[in-house]
């Protein structure tokens, strides 16, 4: 089945530093998503990406679709303490959906 | 706003034993999902349903079972549980609508049910 590399596994950053994760795969996806989860929550979608190439942001996030469809990032800025969470990237094909294993961030005051 | 409502938020069983895990959601979202997430790891799919009546295995679905008799609810089924299915449970939901040719869905969550097997 198809696999997700979602990277990196953990982020310990400061306050008000900009943040990039990623998610690569070995086949391609139609749509890419990404999630956050806060701790004894389920994932809330925080962007969801349609097209190749589409660069869409959600206030201080952003992420695109890479133009050959097997991977995406997300960047966010200017971090703040709420930031703190497990990140997900998601790829679809079809009715088919996968997810990264997650990013683990912390945001240190 | 209720969403995706699910219960119980923790069990603990014992080997072999049996339950339900319930999940409702009030959104008359066609698609539903069952999902666990091992410590770690990523989310993985075990059943889904696009609609009443029907239900589809996921990536996962081996020791499981679901049914799915009303658009609202979506019960999971352990019937003989074992120490590899100590985990979290996620149910979610989504409306498909098609665009650019495919059916796009957006998944909404339930909090999740924390399940360990002793």
């Known amino acids: 089945g198809q696999q997700l590399n979602q990277s990196p596994q953990s982020m310990f950053i400061q306050e008000g530093e900009d943040v990039s994760m990623n998610c690569t795969s070995s086949?391609?996806?139609?749509?890419w998503l990404w999630y956050k989860q806060d701790p004894g929550e389920g994932p809330v979608l925080l962007i969801a990406l349609y097209k190749a190439g589409e660069l869409t942001s959600n206030g201080r996030l952003t992420a695109q679709f890479g133009i050959t469809r097997k991977d995406s990032f997300l960047n966010i800025s200017a971090s703040i303490p709420s930031d703190v969470g497990i990140y997900f990237c998601?790829?679809?094909?079809?009715?088919?959906?996968?997810f990264g294993a997650g990013t683990r961030l912390t945001v240190k005051p | 706003n209720a969403g995706v409502t699910q219960t119980p938020k923790f069990r603990i069983l014992k080997i072999g034993q049996s339950m339900t895990l319930q999940c409702t959601q009030d959104?008359?979202?066609?698609?539903m999902y069952w999902y666990r997430q091992d410590p770690g790891m990523g989310l993985k799919l075990i059943y889904y349903s696009v609609g009443a009546g029907i239900t589809d295995k996921g990536e996962v679905p081996n020791g499981y079972n679901v049914s799915r008799s009303t658009t609202e609810d979506f019960p999971l089924r352990l019937e003989l549980a074992a120490p590899s299915q100590t985990s979290v449970y996620f149910c979610?939901?989504?409306?498909?609508?098609?665009?650019?040719?495919?059916?796009?869905?957006?998944?909404?969550f339930g909090a999740g049910t924390r399940l360990s097997v002793l």
């Open positions: 086949s391609i996806f139609n749509t």
């Open positions: 959104m008359n979202h066609n698609y």
């Open positions: 979610a939901s989504s409306h498909t609508s098609p665009r650019q040719g495919w059916g796009i869905n957006i998944q909404y």
């Open positions: 998601a790829g679809q094909l079809r009715n088919d959906m996968r």
